[in-house]
């Protein structure tokens, strides 16, 4: 239950910092772009379902994905 909430958190945390630094210039300003009816940073989401994809792609086993990650988000 823990890492579901601790999962669940970090997609939404990491996807608003991707909007947030597209929309002050530190990134692409694509991410900042929001769709126009539901308002839900779609590139953003995206951009994060691409790269956790080829992180399991690349990893070997769910334990090194899991190492990676949080040194990640320790940066």
Known sequence: MSCVG???GNIFTVVQMFHVAG???????????????TNVPMIAIMFEII??????????????????VGMINWI
């Open 6 to 8: 601790a999962a669940s």
């Open 23 to 37: 929309r002050d210039g530190l990134m692409p300003h694509i991410f900042s772009m929001r769709h126009y009816k």
């Open 51 to 68: 790269t956790s994809f080829v992180f399991l792609f690349f990893m070997s086993n769910i334990g090194k994905l899991i190492i990676c």
